[in-house]
């Protein structure tokens, strides 16, 4: 089992940045990647972004590529998401997730076994 803590979420203006953290412990020993999801109300779990456990690899969905960023620190278990120019339709509540060795795609949210509590972020306009 790994367990996931996500934080730094909260209420921002249009335009501006949060970092999103997620500290993993457990089990972590037999991931893959870790991504970052979010799901909006009435909506579809969205790919954010994610990093390949050694952090050699990411990748990034189109609607937030050159705006958020995701990295790691292997030393803590952690992986983080720099979020700028926030847009008030990015309110969700945003997940990190880990994926295991087995499944192959790191941007499809079934191919996650692991999902954090979720942490809320608005962005008014």
């Known amino acids: 089992q790994v367990q996931l803590v996500e934080s730094g979420g909260g209420l921002v203006q249009a335009g501006g940045s949060l970092r999103l953290s997620c500290a993993a412990s457990?089990?972590?020993?037999?991931?893959?990647?870790m991504g970052w999801f979010r799901q909006a109300p009435g909506k579809e779990r969205e790919f954010l972004a994610a990093?390949?456990?050694?952090?050699?690899?990411?990748y990034y969905a189109d609607s937030v590529k050159g705006r958020f960023a995701i990295s790691r620190d292997n030393t803590k278990n952690m992986v983080y998401l720099q979020m700028n120019s926030l847009k008030p339709e990015e309110t969700a509540v945003y997940y990190c997730?880990?994926?295991?060795?087995?499944?192959?795609?790191?941007?499809?949210?079934?191919?996650?076994?692991?999902w954090g509590q979720g942490t809320q972020v608005t962005v008014s306009s």
């Open positions: 457990g089990r972590t020993f037999s991931a893959d990647a």
């Open positions: 990093i390949s456990w050694s952090g050699d690899n990411r």
């Open positions: 997730a880990v994926k295991p060795r087995y499944g192959s795609s790191r941007v499809a949210a079934e191919s996650y076994a692991y």
